[in-house]
């Protein structure tokens, strides 16, 4: 039976001719969604929504003077509702046909009652979260209206992705950058699946971030139902904490858990929300949850025993070199008071570059395969390694034969690999400002300054000499990312991927104050570019954002440039196009194998950004590179520089 027309709010929903005789139509009221049928001359309103699976009674259509539920083919009258022959039916509402269109008359909407999915999602607020990244749909849409209304409410803000695998890697490149977990939101199945390759990206370089992935209803779990899998199993490798959302939990202190574990262990959350807990409603009174009085300070003074075999070394040291990794990142003003009274080399991991300027007179650039010549002479120079926060990767090059003092805020970060000298647990500023306190007499340590300026000078020579070479088969990386030294602020934040164009701005690119991004332990392809999205979120109303990468990076997420340009990103992405995937060839010839299927098919990528909507340049000659630059980091939105590159020239 129709609504009665007492007290309806009147909707608009069809021209007067807008449907023909013997059609349907789904129209959206307010936010209810209906089928409109035109049937024997008049027009009728009912429920869009079929009682058995839900199919949408406006894709059917009117058959036989039946209207057919496209789903299972049930029939309904198109004009009451009824099923003939059967109780059922679906409900109709009253319509008028006025002069200007055809009308629906609904009951006011009632206010928004608030629901589980609220709790959580102002718990996550009130921890500071303020940014998701990911994709709507049907098993997370309670949630997604939840960090919706957050949105509307200024408190986050939410990056639709064209893939869930976008997703992760810019809630890591975010946490890389800031120390502070974002968000991904993901469906059931396959989006929670997407995820993965990014959260593990996340979690072996120690970068605090929060997977939110919706699932079927509980009660059809287990049999396999549409986009069912099991989820928790799924996660449990990746995930420090993996709960599921259910109707019973204590839901704001679930959240607080999640991002608890988050951010003190720097590790992968994950929250499981079964579809139909998410709309549940709050209990009455239910509050949200916040970091008050759950996280202490993380200012770990060392061990005074620890400290006093650290500094017995450092005094003793005619040659100490400081080694720092990402993990020193938010800590290198007391790092390099340190160093300076030390008169010690700074040395940094790859993940580590740009910590310390290139052109302080205690910098030499960076350890091992992605380096330079200078670091590693200081490192076979050395007799005494100082070390924070790094994590002795194999491709870092720190040598065991060395005595060590190590800092780390993990204990299981200390000697990792192999037995250090002096394994020291505590914040790595504490621990520096109590190492520059013990040794405030100074040391026997030999001034390096002359010798490291003199390795620099050979260094730099050797790079003008390269930026020369020219085979005529593109521009060389030398010249590439001597331009992008140049052209980029003091303070950019610049997203590498991986490959030779990773390797070479290692070499190459001189660091001044700005932040840089990778892929580390993980090395996955196709990380710049979303892990820049991540950092535009996160800084791009301070900073200028950068990402590097080759073509086959880019082509791992290329879709997202249209995100990019959606939200206005202002990031310009140096894409180095030499038609190969240059490392693994190399890696094929240092191999003695044939070079084999490493050749690439491509656009022109300048013009592929232009039709996304963002600005596209295309350099074929070194002497195009700086003007290009300067004229896509001028511009107020996502650019894309596409440098034609020697794949040998690297």
Known sequence: MAKERTQLVWHKVLERDELPEGRVKTVVAGHKSLCLTHFEGRHAALDNRCPHQGGPLGEGSIEKGLLRCPWHGWDYHPCTGKAPGFDDGVETFQIEERGDGVYVGLPAESEHRRTVSDVIAETFTNWGLDAVFGMVGHSNLGLADALRLQEEAGKLRFFGIRHEGAAAFACSGYAKLTGR???????????ATNLLTGLWDAKVDRAPVLALTGQVDTQVLGPGAFQEIDVASAFSAVAAFSQSVLQDSKHAELATLALKKAVIERDVAHLIFPDEVQTLPAKDGAEA??????VAAEQIAPAPEALEAATKLLRKAKRPVV?????????????TALAEKLQAPVLTTFKGKGVIPDAHPLACGVLGRSGTSIASYFMNEADVLLVFGASFSNHTGITPKIPTIQVDFDRMALGKFHPVEVPVWGEISVTAKALLAEL????????????????????????????EDDRGKGVNSAAIFAALTDAVDEDAVIAVDVGNNTYSFGRYFEC?????????YLGSIGFSFPAAMGAWAAEGDRRQIVSVSGDGGFGQYMGELTTAVKYGMNLTHVLLHNGELGKISKEQRAGEWDVWQTSLHNPDFSRY?????????????????????????????PALVEVLSDAELI
């Open 289 to 294: 949850s916040g970091p008050a009085g759950r």
């Open 181 to 191: 977990p974002a968000a991904c939101l993901s469906i059931a199945g396959p989006g």
């Open 323 to 335: 080694v720092v990794g990402h993990g020193a990142r938010f800590h290198m003003d007391e790092v």
């Open 512 to 520: 001044k104050r700005q932040s840089v991004l990778m892929s580390g």
């Open 609 to 637: 950004a232009e039709n996304c909507g963002a600005l596209g340049i295309r350099v074929t000659r070194k002497e195009e590179l700086e003007p290009a630059l300067v004229k896509a980091l001028a511009h107020p939105g």
């Open 440 to 467: 405030a007499a100074g040391t026997g340590s030999i001034d390096p300054r002359a010798e490291i300026a003199e390795r620099w000078a050979i260094w730099r020579q050797e790079k003008a000499r390269r930026r």
